[in-house]
Every structure is written in structure tokens, then in C-alpha cells.
């Protein structure tokens, strides 16, 4: 079984920056990884996504320039780091591994989620 544990979420000041991580229970070379965000009373939305291999990243609009994603497959741990944080940005962020119908784990799995607030 898959287990994704992010970290990191709290409080940010406008124009901040705060760091996301998520491990995984699995060794997670074979899988890409994404960080999606739900606000309240919205759908949740992909926020970056990132190949197995480091390459093939992908922003959404909202925080192209501002948020890096980035992955460690050695430590099994994918990163988000948020920089220049703006009263958008708060919402649940959530890790998820996307299934590989080549490998083991063919099935999406998703983290609990951190919480991130903006606050002045």
C-alpha cells in the first residue's frame, strides 16, 4: 500500500515563501508525482506536476514563476516550495503518486493534505 504523508502547511505572510513535502512509504522513481490545492468551496485543482525522472514539469497559470516543484528519489520526497505567497494561494495542498499501468502501483494515490493560510 501506498502511503503519502505531506508536511510544512501553516501560516504565511503575503509575499512569503514556505516549503512543502511529501514522502512516500514506496520507492517512487517509477511514478510521477503532482501537487494539487482545494480551497473552500472550490474543486480541487492541479498545482505542478513533475516526471519520473525530474523532467516534464508542468505549472499551473496561477503560480507559474512563484512555486518549484521538485522531487528527491533517492529520499522518496517531493517538494513544493512557495515563494511570493498572494491571498490565492491558500487551500489544502494535497501529494498525489499517478498509477503506472507498467509497474506495481497502477491506481492514483493521494496524501491527507497540509494547510496552507495567508495571513498579515
Known amino acids: 500500500q501506498v502511503q503519502l504523508v505531506e508536511s510544512g502547511g501553516g501560516s504565511v505572510q503575503p509575499g512569503g515563501s514556505l516549503p512543502l513535502s511529501c514522502i512516500a512509504s514506496?520507492?517512487?522513481?517509477?511514478?510521477?508525482m503532482s501537487w494539487y490545492r482545494q480551497a473552500p468551496g472550490k474543486e480541487r485543482e492541479l498545482v505542478a506536476s513533475?516526471?519520473?525522472?525530474?523532467?516534464?514539469?508542468t505549472y499551473a497559470d496561477s503560480v507559474k514563476g512563484r512555486f518549484t516543484i521538485s522531487r528527491d528519489n533517492v529520499e522518496n520526497t517531493l517538494y513544493l516550495q512557495m515563494n511570493n505567497v498572494n491571498p490565492e494561494d491558500p487551500a489544502v495542498y494535497y501529494c498525489?503518486?499517478?498509477?503506472?499501468?507498467?509497474?506495481?502501483?497502477?491506481?492514483?494515490?493521494w496524501g491527507r493534505g497540509t494547510q496552507v493560510t495567508v495571513s498579515s
Open positions: 498525489k503518486l499517478t498509477g503506472n499501468v507498467r509497474q506495481r502501483y497502477k491506481n492514483d494515490y
Open positions: 513533475i516526471g519520473r525522472d525530474g523532467s516534464g514539469i
Open positions: 514506496i520507492k517512487f522513481d517509477l511514478y510521477r
